[in-house]
C-alpha cells in the first residue's frame, strides 16, 4: 500500500521502472465511502481517462487502496555484479552518463559518496582504494551467462574508474552489495541522529547536487553523505546530527530541496511530499498544477478528510508542526523503522 501510494522506486529502477509501471488495476475506496474499481487484466485500455494512475502516487490524499493487481515479470536467470571506485565524484557521475550515452542497459547503478563509504567501510571488498571519493554497484541481468557477463565487463571498461571488483561468484556478489544495503542499518546502530531524504536530479548534475550537499555541510557543520540511484538520477542525502544541532536539519533540508529544483530536479523522486515538502509543490510543479491538483482533491475529497495536511501547504511546515506529524524522523521519540528507510 505503502509503495503504491508513494509510487515507490529502488534500486532496479533503471531497468525495470517504479511501481506505477507495474499497477494495472485497484480497487480504491472513496472519501464518501464509495468503493471504485479500476483498471483490471487487460493489456490494453484506450476508454477514458487514466484515473487509475492519479491514485498511485497520490500518497492517500484522494482514495484509500485496498486491492491492487500487479504485473509481473520472469526472473532473470542470471547477474553480473561489479563495483567500480572513482577518484573524484565528478568522474563518478560522468562516468554514469557516459555508459548510459553507450547504449549500456543496466539493472542498477548504484552511488555512494566519500562520506557514506566511510560508514560501510568494512563492507567493502579487502585492499579496495582506500582513498576513492565514490563509488559505483553496477550490475547486469539476463538470461545469457555468458552475454550478460561480457555486457558487464565492457560497461565496467566504458566507466574508466581508479579500481574495480568484479564478482565471479554469487557468494561475492552479495558481498558486493553488502556495502550498500548495510547502510541503513550502520544509520540505525549510531548513537547520532539522522534524516534521510530523497530528491531527483537529471542524471548529467549528479556530481554537482552531490557537490552542494557537501558545500552545505561544510556551511552547517552538520554531517551529510550520500548514496542513491544513480541510473535514474535519484539521490537519498542523509543528514547526521546531535540533539544540538537539531535546529539546523529542517533549513539544511529545505537547501538540498531548493539545490534540486535549481538544477531542472524533483523535491521527491520515490518517498513523496508528505508534510515536509508541501511548501515546495508549486516551486516545482507552478500554480496552474497546483491548482489543478486542489480542484481534483476537492472533488474526491471535499472535507479533507484523506490523509489531511499533505502535499498543499495549507499552513506553514514549522518544526513544531513537523514534530508533531508521524514520520518526521528528526523527533527524537522516534526513530524509523528499517522499512521506512526507503534508501
Request: proline content about 6%; charged content about 25%.
Amino acid at each position: 500500500g505503502g509503495n503504491v501510494a508513494c509510487n515507490s522506486g529502488g534500486m532496479r529502477c533503471v531497468k525495470y521502472g517504479v511501481t506505477a509501471d507495474y499497477v494495472i488495476g485497484a480497487t480504491v475506496v472513496l472519501a464518501d465511502g464509495r468503493v471504485m474499481r479500476l483498471g483490471g487484466k487487460l493489456r490494453k485500455r484506450a476508454s477514458g481517462y487514466r484515473l487509475l494512475q492519479l491514485f498511485v502516487g497520490s500518497e492517500g490524499t484522494l482514495g484509500i487502496i485496498t486491492e491492487v493487481i500487479v504485473k509481473l515479470v520472469p526472473l532473470p536467470r542470471c547477474r553480473a555484479t561489479a563495483m567500480v571506485g572513482f577518484a573524484t565524484v565528478e568522474e563518478a557521475g560522468e562516468a554514469v552518463s557516459r555508459a548510459l550515452a553507450a547504449g549500456h542497459f543496466p539493472t542498477a547503478i548504484e552511488i555512494l559518496d566519500r562520506g557514506s563509504l566511510e560508514l560501510v567501510r568494512d563492507k567493502l571488498p579487502p585492499g579496495f582504494e582506500p582513498t576513492l571519493e565514490a563509488v559505483l554497484i553496477v550490475e547486469q541481468d539476463g538470461n545469457d551467462e555468458e552475454f550478460v557477463r561480457l555486457d558487464l565487463m565492457r560497461m565496467v571498461e566504458v566507466l574508466d574508474g581508479a579500481d574495480n571488483r568484479i564478482a565471479q561468484s554469487s557468494l561475492e556478489r552479495d558481498k558486493l552489495w553488502d556495502a550498500r544495503r548495510s547502510y541503513g542499518k550502520v544509520l540505525m546502530a549510531m548513537p547520532k541522529n539522522f534524516f534521510a531524504e530523497d530528491v531527483a536530479v537529471p542524471i548529467a548534475e549528479i556530481p554537482e547536487m552531490i557537490r552542494r550537499v557537501q558545500e552545505l555541510a561544510r556551511q552547517t557543520g552538520l554531517r551529510i553523505v550520500t548514496v542513491g540511484h544513480a541510473g535514474d538520477g535519484n539521490l537519498h542525502p542523509t543528514i547526521l546530527f546531535t540533539d544540538e544541532q537539531r535546529h539546523l536539519v529542517s533549513h539544511a533540508a529545505a537547501q538540498i530541496f531548493r539545490d534540486a529544483l535549481s538544477l531542472g530536479g524533483s523535491v521527491s523522486a520515490e518517498h513523496g511530499l508528505g508534510a515536509l515538502k508541501r511548501d515546495f509543490a508549486e516551486r516545482e510543479h507552478g500554480p496552474i498544477a497546483i491548482e489543478l491538483m486542489r480542484k481534483m482533491k476537492a472533488v474526491l475529497d471535499p472535507d479533507g478528510i484523506l490523509n489531511p495536511h499533505k502535499i498543499f501547504p495549507e499552513q506553514p511546515a514549522t518544526d513544531e508542526f513537523l514534530n508533531a506529524m508521524p514520520g518526521w524522523m528528526p523527533n527524537p521519540n522516534r526513530r524509523p523503522r528499517r522499512a521506512e528507510l526507503g534508501l
